[in-house]
């Protein structure tokens, strides 16, 4: 039960990041503004969410995992709310920075809670849960604004979020095992990344959680004008493209078993090597079956990845976890926030193949960790 609240209420917290993706058109003409100045409501919302990583990640240790997530979605509920009611762009882009910056607080402190309170044979598999909300989200969250859209418009998006989180603060108050206040002394958040970083082990794992959601905001921000050049495919039949890769889902199912045969350094290395399959299929099948067959492939990689890829730096961090999950997290979302950057390329192949290298870098860097012990025999 504790797992599918956690991952209900990722889903749903991620899904802010991508809510307007779909809607920057009515925005622009209900509050009779720029279409260009509109984009930046998704801008100040990532820029602001990446910034309380780092914050989240100092009260953490001081006030316990638990307490941090169920008052993060206590505040998140009330600016959601108040984001809805704004008047103007200028005011849309402010509450929308305060909601990226208070929505941080859920998903270092999940990820921390699951580290402190479950053992590693079951912390991949809640990981994986919690994960594939994050993921989905990318989609979900598209498909939820654009429905609640056609009926209630862009601000009955945000009261209907705002509702949800004021159930799930008050569900996971009920349900989480209150957490202590860590009795590990930690290290301040800047000299503890510097220690972090002459580790021998964890910049090749940090690097590889850069390229992943980097690697999928890349790809789906990109594939719409892939589809639409290639295939001659109207709008509403390149998204229904998109939503296919909710089906590589299916490859979290498979962390549990593979948990067990392989280390989480080989699990991230399976799953690194399936994202850039499937990158490349994309650009290589030359048909829309290869291309849903591309991304179905892609997301099931990315959710075998990223759980793995968290749970090897917990175990290469050892005491200092905390701390190196929340620039973890850090890490894979400013990667996300680099992800439209490289999408910006006209040439569709040309992102392909910038992801692909990195991917590439990627997996290699992983193979190279010296440390990455797994519930297998590895």
């Given at each position: 039960?504790?797992?599918?609240?956690?991952?209900?209420?990722?889903?749903?917290?991620?899904?802010?990041?991508?809510?307007?993706?779909?809607?920057?058109?009515?925005?622009?003409?209900?509050?009779?503004?720029?279409?260009?100045?509109?984009?930046?409501?998704?801008?100040?919302?990532?820029?602001?969410?990446?910034?309380?990583?780092?914050?989240?990640?100092?009260?953490?240790?001081?006030?316990?995992?638990?307490?941090?997530?169920?008052?993060?979605?206590?505040?998140?509920?009330?600016?959601?709310?108040?984001?809805?009611?704004?008047?103007?762009?200028?005011?849309?882009?402010?509450?929308?920075?305060?909601?990226?910056?208070?929505?941080?607080?859920?998903?270092?402190?999940?990820?921390?809670?699951?580290?402190?309170?479950?053992?590693?044979?079951?912390?991949?598999?809640?990981?994986?849960?919690?994960?594939?909300?994050?993921?989905?989200?990318?989609?979900?969250?598209?498909?939820?604004?654009?429905?609640?859209?056609?009926?209630?418009?862009?601000?009955?998006?945000?009261?209907?979020?705002?509702?949800?989180?004021?159930?799930?603060?008050?569900?996971?108050?009920?349900?989480?095992?209150?957490?202590?206040?860590?009795?590990?002394?930690?290290?301040?958040?800047?000299?503890?990344?510097?220690?972090?970083?002459?580790?021998?082990?964890?910049?090749?794992?940090?690097?590889?959680?850069?390229?992943?959601?980097?690697?999928?905001?890349?790809?789906?921000?990109?594939?719409?004008?892939?589809?639409?050049?290639?295939?001659?495919?109207?709008?509403?039949?390149?998204?229904?493209?998109?939503?296919?890769?909710?089906?590589?889902?299916?490859?979290?199912?498979?962390?549990?078993?593979?948990?067990?045969?392989?280390?989480?350094?080989?699990?991230?290395?399976?799953?690194?090597?399936?994202?850039?399959?499937?990158?490349?299929?994309?650009?290589?099948?030359?048909?829309?079956?290869?291309?849903?067959?591309?991304?179905?492939?892609?997301?099931?990689?990315?959710?075998?990845?990223?759980?793995?890829?968290?749970?090897?730096?917990?175990?290469?961090?050892?005491?200092?976890?905390?701390?190196?999950?929340?620039?973890?997290?850090?890490?894979?979302?400013?990667?996300?926030?680099?992800?439209?950057?490289?999408?910006?390329a006209d040439d569709f192949t040309l992102v392909i193949g910038i992801l692909a290298f990195m991917l590439s870098i990627a997996f290699f860097s992983v193979l190279r960790i010296a440390s990455g012990k797994g519930g297998g025999s590895g």
């Amino acid at each position: 039960m504790i797992s599918l609240c956690l991952t209900l209420s990722g889903l749903l917290v991620l899904s802010s990041l991508y809510i307007l993706i779909p809607l920057l058109n009515v925005l622009s003409q209900d509050l009779q503004s720029p279409l260009y100045l509109t984009a930046y409501t998704n801008t100040g919302f990532s820029l602001f969410y990446a910034i309380g990583f780092l914050c989240v990640g100092k009260l953490i240790p001081q006030y316990g995992s638990k307490r941090i997530l169920v008052y993060g979605m206590f505040g998140l509920a009330i600016t959601t709310w108040i984001t809805g009611m704004a008047t103007s762009m200028q005011l849309l882009i402010l509450f929308r920075a305060v909601q990226g910056f208070i929505a941080a607080a859920f998903a270092p402190a999940a990820l921390t809670y699951i580290s402190d309170h479950y053992p590693p044979e079951k912390r991949i598999v809640v990981m994986s849960c919690v994960t594939t909300g994050f993921i989905t989200a990318g989609i979900i969250g598209q498909i939820f604004s654009s429905a609640v859209n056609d009926y209630w418009g862009w601000r009955g998006v945000f009261g209907l979020l705002a509702f949800a989180y004021l159930a799930l603060a008050l569900l996971n108050n009920f349900l989480l095992v209150h957490s202590s206040p860590s009795e590990v002394k930690q290290e301040n958040l800047f000299p503890a990344f510097k220690k972090f970083t002459s580790h021998p082990d964890l910049p090749k794992a940090y690097f590889a959680a850069f390229t992943l959601l980097l690697s999928f905001v890349a790809l789906y921000s990109s594939l719409d004008r892939y589809l639409l050049s290639k295939f001659q495919l109207n709008s509403q039949e390149a998204f229904y493209i998109r939503t296919m890769g909710i089906a590589g889902i299916a490859g979290s199912l498979f962390v549990p078993k593979l948990a067990q045969k392989l280390s989480f350094q080989q699990l991230a290395a399976l799953g690194i090597a399936l994202m850039l399959s499937g990158l490349l299929l994309c650009v290589w099948s030359g048909s829309v079956a290869g291309v849903q067959m591309a991304l179905i492939i892609f997301i099931a990689g990315l959710l075998i990845t990223i759980p793995s890829i968290i749970t090897l730096i917990g175990q290469l961090a050892g005491e200092m976890r905390n701390m190196a999950v929340t620039w973890y997290t850090f890490i894979l979302f400013v990667g996300a926030s680099v992800g439209p950057l490289i999408a910006s390329a006209d040439d569709f192949t040309l992102v392909i193949g910038i992801l692909a290298f990195m991917l590439s870098i990627a997996f290699f860097s992983v193979l190279r960790i010296a440390s990455g012990k797994g519930g297998g025999s590895g």
